[in-house]
């Protein structure tokens, strides 16, 4: 299948700083990422649709100026935690959709970034 | 409204005994997929099945199978003579069309296989 990569793995901040994570379809184009943030023992929560080109859109409740999210190119989404704080920290997920070719749009996970905010 | 509800939030199992995990879900819409995502502790999520609604056939690979029942809007996950590398947390997820290819998931089901 294909893949999709996030950067950086893990990352540690101060409170109040900004936070930049970086997702990428390695292998094909994706005009739609997501992004997810799964708090400890707790499912994964749709944050925003990232769409290449414009303005991602964001869950209800989700702070749209706290995470900024920027689209692009058709490989890359990023996610800027901004001013971060402890109830920041989260382990964020991304997704890319692979369009085209089925009936079906695959979405492709990637690994993770978790986010400790001190 | 679109739901999924994993109504079993941990099991633990002895390796080699079987374990089923449910999962029921809602959807008013009559085209959907289901699909089961495995978690294990380093986090990345492993997609184990799709299945689109007008397929309710079961599907079985190797000690994973999977009961597809639209009658009782469940698509439970069975895993046969578990094993300890089984452990994880498992997520039950819908799509449907309405919802422009968002994935809700279920709030998962963490697997212990004790030795």
């Known amino acids: 299948g294909a893949v999709v990569s996030q950067h950086p793995s893990w990352v540690i901040c101060k409170s109040g700083t900004s936070v930049k994570i970086e997702c990428r379809s390695l292998d094909f184009q994706a005009t739609t990422m997501f992004w997810y943030r799964q708090f400890p023992k707790q499912s994964l929560m749709l944050m925003a649709t990232?769409?290449?080109?414009?303005?991602?859109?964001?869950e209800q409740g989700v702070e749209k100026d706290k995470f900024l999210i920027n689209h692009a190119s058709l490989t890359l989404s990023t996610l800027t935690v901004t001013s971060a704080h402890p109830e920041d920290s989260s382990f964020y997920i991304c997704s890319a959709l692979e369009t085209g070719g089925s009936s079906y749009n695959e979405q492709f996970f990637g690994p993770g970034t978790r986010l400790t905010v001190l | 409204a679109q739901k999924v509800t994993q109504a079993q939030t941990e099991i633990s199992v002895v390796e080699k005994e079987d374990v089923t995990l449910d999962c029921v879900y809602e959807t008013r819409d009559t085209t959907y997929y289901l699909f089961w995502y495995k978690q294990p502790p380093s986090g990345e999520l492993v997609f184990l099945i799709r299945r689109n609604s007008f397929d309710e056939q079961n599907e079985i690979s190797g000690r994973y199978s999977w009961n597809f029942q639209k009658s009782t809007s469940s698509f439970n996950f069975t895993i046969t003579a578990s094993q300890v590398v089984d452990s994880a947390v498992y997520f039950c997820a819908l799509s449907d069309l309405n919802r422009d290819d968002k994935i809700i998931f279920g709030k998962g089901t963490r697997l212990h296989i004790l030795p």
């Open positions: 990232s769409n290449e080109g414009s303005k991602a859109t964001y």
